[in-house]
């Protein structure tokens, strides 16, 4: 998606197909399953599935031409490994132009393998960035819980507590201070189900540079840099190129250079 676009509901002019648009869209959202890639620009594009415009439709066209560059690219999940879930949570504030609502993004790892993402507008409008950041940790939590849940169930032997990763101080200290909370009121749920989950050991929370959230992804459209130096980090991809992943708090990444040239061909066309 490129990212000096801001989509918004305001037709410039009207998509003459929309049943066409629809269908592209449905088959992105069935896509995302395996291309964690694409989960933001087919979240921002199916916001405007009622009446898309020809904004829209380029847009969906731009993300095609992405796919086309790396048909055979997909997950991969190594044959050996830890079952230690750690995971990076993000928001970008007041990203919706016609709403102001924010966008919560996160990806899961068990191990080196990464098994759950998610790029979602958040139900309410936060009034500064920090809420927003915080109603992503709490999210992101839930998702952590219910991974732990579905571990148990299988008898699979998870290592606890499970990292989770935030770019924002103020969270953390939020998060671990309960001074704080007279200051929050408007996320107290939040708070507290967040610091009940570090009591009881089943979080870590830990800070992570901007550089290397791997959350930004799934909350923002990123210039062509940025872009692939964060999906070259995110996992390994198989067929059409590919990278391999390194740990989060690693600086040197291995990625092979056919598949992010292509990406950089896509991205300056």
């Known amino acids: 998606m490129d990212y000096k676009l801001h989509l918004s509901n305001e037709v410039d002019i009207p998509f003459e197909d929309p049943e066409h648009y629809r269908t592209i869209i449905g088959k992105l959202i069935y896509l ?8 933001f620009a087919t979240q921002q594009l199916s916001q405007y599935m009622s009446n898309p415009s020809l904004t829209h439709y380029k847009a ?32 970008d504030w007041a990203a919706c132009v016609e709403t102001r609502r924010s966008t919560t993004g ?17 139900h309410t409008v936060s009034r500064s960035s920090c809420e927003a950041e915080y109603r ?33 101080q103020s969270v953390i200290h939020i998060a671990k201070n309960l001074t704080f909370h007279e200051r929050t009121k ?10 009940e989950k570090l009591q009881l050991g089943t979080l870590k929370l830990l800070h992570i540079s901007s550089a290397h959230q791997l959350a930004d992804l799934f909350t ?24 391999q992943r390194s740990s989060a708090s690693s600086s040197s990444f291995c990625p092979r250079h056919r598949r992010n040239d292509a990406a950089l061909s896509f991205y300056h066309h």
């Open 32 to 39: 995302t399953t395996t291309r964690p890639d694409i989960s």
């Open 60 to 91: 969906a066209l731009r993300v095609l031409r992405y796919l086309k560059t790396a048909p055979a690219s997909g997950l991969f999940f190594p044959s050996q490994g830890s079952f230690h879930l750690k995971a990076f949570t993000d928001s």
């Open 106 to 122: 996160f990806c899961i790892y068990l191990g080196d393998s990464l098994i759950s993402w998610k790029s979602k507008k958040q």
């Open 136 to 168: 992503a940790l709490a999210f992101t939590a839930c998702e952590i819980q219910w991974l732990q849940y579905l571990l148990q169930d299988f008898q699979v032997p998870s290592s606890t507590p499970a990292s989770l990763y935030c770019d924002n």
């Open 186 to 195: 408007y996320i107290e749920l939040d708070c507290h189900f967040v610091m």
């Open 220 to 243: 923002k459209p990123l210039s062509p840099a940025p872009f692939l130096s964060l999906l070259s980090k995110l996992g390994g991809w198989g067929g059409g190129g590919g990278f």
